[in-house]
Nanobody
Framework: QVQLVESGGGLVQAGGSLRLSCTAS????????MGWYRQAPGKQRELAAT???????NYVDSVKGRFAISRDNAKNTVYLQMNSLKPEDTAIYYC???????????????WGKGTLVTVSS
């Protein structure tokens, strides 16, 4: 199996910064894209940012210029640096990885359990 474990969430004032981390472990042959999704109270989960294994990135418009996604392929880890946080960024942030599984030899999406980010005004 494959596990994704997030860390770095917490409570921060508007204008502050947080850095999220997510490390994948288990039966991994290769990790393709990795990403961060978020789900605010009463809303559907949405993509925040993604990064391919060659470093190409994509962001939802609302976080462009404030968030930066990066990854360390040697550590199977993806990061999300969040700056200039706003109350509307409050959400549970979920890590996602598209993994070539080492046993099934198939690509499959895996998810972390999420980490809560709360931005106070």
């Amino acid at each position: 199996q494959v596990q994704l474990v997030e860390s770095g969430g917490g409570l921060v004032q508007a204008g502050g910064s947080l850095r999220l981390s997510c490390t994948a472990s288990g039966s991994i042959l290769r990790i393709n894209a990795m990403g961060w999704y978020r789900q605010a109270p009463g809303k559907q989960r949405e993509l925040a940012a993604t990064i391919t294994n060659d470093g190409s990135t994509n962001y939802v418009d609302s976080v462009k210029g404030r968030f930066a996604i990066s990854r360390d392929n040697a550590k199977n880890t993806v990061y999300l640096q969040m700056n200039s946080l706003k109350p509307e960024d409050t959400a549970i942030y979920y890590c996602n990885a598209d993994v070539l599984h080492g046993v099934t030899l198939r690509n499959r999406d895996f998810w972390g359990k999420g980490t809560l980010v709360t931005v106070s005004s």
